[in-house]
């Protein structure tokens, strides 16, 4: 990265695209504090913000999903949605005994999973070993849901599963997003893309090439500026990368 600019507005869904090697996942990094940028600052509603790990990112609100499919299949649904954030149980059993509170947790990932639509799921108690990979998908998807306050990242969430299973996934981002809640959509797949992305940031040699609205553009073009072909003018005309010239030859 050098010189990368991003910027992402309350309530928005902001799809992340460009080729392999662009740089988005190490930018995404950045922000989650998995990776310390060398320079160059990050403002959180306002404030500058320093994140030396992950947990500090999570301690301010942002949660991320991994493309790797980061749940623990032998654990149940309840189990995997509060995995590292178990409540205990009140008063001295919890403290002295440290027992955890089954129950609550229980009835706390019915409501967010019913709030949150998923549907399909009808057992809190079934281990994830036996949902499908949407389904899945799904649940690392609605515990990102659970614990951002500010922004949840989504690396490649749709890559693994099929058209249904993506559309589940896909509404699920959208109700996230019309709770409020602003997502950040890395994707290769431009379907997609258009579909969901309130705007797209096209990221290409570890800088940002473009910010476009999906309605502007036509798919092949916005492909154009993330493969380089084309490029961006500062008053949003589509120019040959090399000759300058515009797009359909004038
Ligand atoms: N800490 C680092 N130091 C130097 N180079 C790095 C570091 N981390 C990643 N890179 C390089 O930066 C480039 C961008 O990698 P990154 O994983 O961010 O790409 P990406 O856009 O997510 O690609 P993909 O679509 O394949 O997931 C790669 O060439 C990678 O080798
Ligand atoms: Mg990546």
Not at 150 to 172: C, F, H, Q, W, Y
Not at 179 to 187: D, F, H, K, Y
Not at 189 to 204: K, L, Q, S, Y
Not at 210 to 230: F, Q, W
Request: net charge neutral.
């Amino acid at each position: 990265m050098d010189g990368a600019d991003f910027d992402l507005r309350r309530g928005e869904v902001l799809a992340v695209i460009g080729d392999n090697g662009a740089g988005k996942s190490t930018m995404i990094k950045a922000l989650c504090g998995a990776v310390i940028p060398d320079e160059g600052t990050i403002w959180l509603d306002g404030k500058e913000i320093h994140f030396h790990s992950p947990l500090d990112a999570r301690q301010a609100g942002i949660e991320t999903v991994y493309q790797t499919l980061a749940v623990a299949p032998a654990m149940d649904i309840a189990g995997n949605l509060f995995l590292g954030r178990e409540e205990r149980k009140k008063g001295l059993v919890g403290q002295l005994f440290r027992t955890l509170d089954h129950k609550r947790m229980r009835q706390e990932a019915k409501r967010q999973l019913d709030a949150l639509g998923v549907a399909t799921v009808q057992d809190i108690r079934q281990l994830v070993e036996t949902l499908s990979g949407g389904q899945r998908q799904a649940v690392a998807v609605a515990r990102a849901a659970m614990f951002a306050r500010k922004l949840a990242i989504m690396d490649e969430p749709t890559a693994a599963l099929g058209v249904r299973e993506s559309g589940m996934v896909l509404d699920l981002i959208r109700r996230i997003r019309d709770n409020g809640l602003p997502v950040v959509l890395i994707s290769h797949n431009m379907p997609h893309v258009f579909e969901i992305a309130d705007r797209i940031h096209v990221h290409r040699l570890g800088k940002r090439v473009a910010v476009v609205k999906p309605d502007d553009y036509a798919m092949n073009e916005v492909v154009a500026l993330m493969t380089g072909a084309l490029r961006l003018t500062a008053s949003g005309e589509l120019v040959d990368q090399k000759d300058g010239n515009p797009r359909n030859g004038g």
